[in-house]
Every structure is written in C-alpha cells, then in structure tokens.
C-alpha cells in the first residue's frame, strides 16, 4: 500500500542553524500538509500546500519557516534558523484531489534543538 | 474557529470489555471528522472518517464512530478490546474553507489491561 515517507526520522541541531526535513508524499497526491507536535502537546497544523503555492498557513507558520515541492516527488519544510522551540515532531501529510479532506501521515521526523 | 476537545487524556479498559473515546467538535460549518490513530514511535493512521454520508462510520480494527449533529460528537467505539488497541488516539475536525487544515484534539491514550 502507498505511503508517505518523511527523512530524517530523527534530526539533532544547534540553535540557530538551518534544517530541512523532507518528505515523499503518496504518489497521485497533489495536495500537500506540515504538521508539527511539540512533546505532550497537540498536534499542530503548520501549512498546506497545493499547485506549488501555499493554501493556508497557521500563525507558527512565520518567516522562519519555508516549504518547497522541488521536483516530483519530494515536498519539504526548511527551517531557516532554528530556536529551540522548534523542537518537535514534525509530520507531512497529503491527500489526493477526489478526496483532498482526507490526509495520509507520515512516520515523522523528530527534531531536537540544543 | 474550529475546535476539538478529547475528554479523557487516558483512558483503560480490561481486554473483552467496550472502548468508548469521546470527542465533541466546534466548527461554523459542516464539519468533516476524522479519528487517528498512533502506535509508539509511528506516525498518524487514519481509523475512520466522517464526510457527511452515513452517520456510523466504520473504520479499521472493528473501530466505529457515530456523528450526532445535535450533541457535536464524533465518538469511537469498539466492542471489545484487544491488547494490540493500545495507542494514541486523536480525533480532528478538517476545516474545508482553510486548505483542508485539521485541527486535533489533545489525544486519548488507550491502555488495555490482560
């Protein structure tokens, strides 16, 4: 069965450098999500993505952030200068156009600011 | 606004017995509502969902749910429970007019007991 993919499943960073967590959606999908859950709390909506632009963003969403669908696979969320409260699991999603409300996760990347 | 509340951040059942997660959603328009569900270290799995046909909803695992309107609830049931039901589970609520964001709820871990 397709599945999303997301690496690294685990990133540790220093404070203030830049990330990029990568994702692989399922194949036919074209609508595209970054969802992200600091330990013990929700899990958050971040951005959604569609037709190489962005649908919605949420307030964490801010200039630090970025997401960009480099080729025809790949999705990505960059974080331009991390601060630790960037910490988080961090997951990408996507759904397909008969269905765009219904969103497949990935396993995740865990990332870790020091 | 939309707005998902769990009751019960943890909730054990014996092996055999009924597992009841509650779920009650806010949202100024006909929601779309989902249940996830997260094993240890894995990422999101969608159990079931809800967009506006039936309003029981069978999902996978012997998982149900039931959409009443009226008391804007969306709780899961499952007969009888299995030790391998023991996760995470989070409802959320998919806001159409905002690029397919989910909002979740805060989760419910379901412990099984032998």
């Known amino acids: 069965e397709p599945e999303v993919t997301q690496t690294p499943s685990h990133q540790v960073t220093q404070m203030g450098q830049e990330v990029i967590l990568r994702c692989v959606p399922i194949s036919n999908h074209l609508y595209f999500y970054w969802y992200r859950q600091i330990l013990g709390q929700k899990v958050e909506f971040l951005v959604s993505f569609y037709n190489n632009e962005i649908s919605e963003k949420s307030e964490i969403f801010d200039d630090q952030f970025s997401v960009e669908r480099p080729d025809g696979s790949n999705f990505t969320l960059k974080i331009r200068s991390t601060k630790l409260e960037d910490s988080a699991m961090y997951f990408c999603?996507?759904?397909?156009?008969?269905?765009?409300?219904?969103?497949?996760f990935g396993p995740g990347t865990r990332l870790l600011v020091l | 606004a939309q707005s998902v509340t769990q009751l019960g951040s943890h909730v054990s059942v014996s092996e055999g017995a009924l597992v009841l997660l509650r779920c009650n959603y806010s949202?100024?328009?006909?929601?779309?509502l989902f249940w996830y569900v997260q094993y240890p270290n894995q990422g999101l799995q969608l159990l079931l969902k809800?967009?506006?046909?039936?309003?029981l909803v069978k999902g996978i695992n012997g998982f149900e749910a039931e959409f009443k309107k009226s008391e804007t609830s969306f709780h899961l049931t499952k007969p009888s429970a299995h030790m391998s039901d023991a996760a995470e589970y989070f409802c959320?609520?998919?806001?159409?007019?905002?690029?397919?964001?989910?909002?979740f709820g805060g989760g419910t871990r379901l412990m099984v007991k032998p």
């Open positions: 999603a996507s759904s397909e156009p008969r269905s765009q409300e219904t969103q497949y």
């Open positions: 809800y967009t506006s046909a039936a309003t």
């Open positions: 949202s100024s328009v006909p929601p779309y």
């Open positions: 959320a609520v998919s806001d159409h007019n905002a690029g397919n964001m989910l909002t």
